[in-house]
């Protein structure tokens, strides 16, 4: 039997469709992650350090001391751009604590290479923030819902939701919890605008008017019998009919009788 060469025995452990197995080990891979990840520190750092260079060329220290202290109390005292900025500072906060959450969890959120899902995008909420997760091979979103528990304190929030998309099972979604919109207010109905030029009915001027009773009618007695059977009828018939025209009170509400509505 003739044995494998070097040639067979190297296609045996490289697939040919595999053009790089392991890239995480690339320094080029390496570098690009670093910069995805930091993207929006980096960014941050070379424009502050440009518009730095760019004022302290003009020659006028108290333009650049005007800026970059004017600048940032300008931004946080304008309510709209507060919540804008803080909402993305909590975006690229989510990534790096979410990250560091799959890395320390108890649970396999990770493949054998020790490949991590990629946070490459994330996005403010009005309930909290949503990061876009892409899973690597060999990692499902079940791997990453189990460890929800463990992502939402390390974001600092209430809770922490999964989001999947049936369409590509890859991408995934997790929702970070802060704040429950309808809990500061109670949610408006359409319908006050067509109550608020109407007046409340007030339930104590509802007036009751009883009406008297009418008092029955006088009877004859009946003609005397001999018979005591017969006067023993008789006298059980005018009990019933005395029954049957028995007046009940009427009861009146605002006009309308209730009496049938009594009992």
């Known amino acids: ?116 899902p990629l946070l490459f995008w994330a996005r403010p909420t009005k309930t909290g923030e949503r990061v876009w997760v892409w899973l690597p091979a060999g990692s499902a979103a079940r791997d990453v819902e189990d460890a929800l528990d463990y992502i939402a304190p390390a974001c600092m929030a209430r809770d922490a939701r999964l989001h999947t998309i049936r369409k590509l099972s890859t991408v995934c979604a997790i929702d970070v919890i802060r704040r429950d919109p309808l809990a500061a207010s109670a949610v408006g109905s359409p319908l006050s605008r067509f109550t608020k030029h109407h007046a409340p009915a007030d339930p104590g001027a509802a007036t009751v008017t009883p009406i008297k009773p009418t008092p029955p009618a006088p009877t004859t007695s009946s003609e005397t019998t001999t018979d005591n059977g017969s006067r023993a009828a008789s006298a059980a018939d005018s009990q019933s009919s005395e029954t049957a025209r028995k007046p009940v009170a009427a009861v009146v509400v605002n006009g309308e009788d209730l009496s049938d509505y009594v009992d």
């Not at 040919?16 to 929006?40: C, D, H, N, S, Y």
């Not at 006028?60 to 005007?66: D, E, L, Q, R, V």
């Open 1 to 116: 039997m003739a044995k494998a060469t070097r040639s067979t025995r190297r296609g045996a452990t490289v697939d040919v469709v595999e053009m790089m197995p392991r890239p995480k080990q690339w320094v080029g891979f390496v570098i690009l992650g670093t910069l995805v990840r930091w993207r929006a520190e980096i960014t941050t750092l070379v424009i502050g350090l440009v518009l730095y260079v760019w004022l302290d060329s003009v020659g006028n220290p108290w333009i650049t001391s005007g800026v970059f202290i004017g600048l940032p109390l300008l931004v946080f005292a304008v309510p709209y751009t507060r919540r804008m900025v803080v909402s993305r500072v909590w975006c690229v906060v989510d990534r790096h604590r979410i990250r560091s959450s799959l890395r320390q969890t108890k649970i396999r959120t990770v493949t054998r290479d020790g490949d991590y």
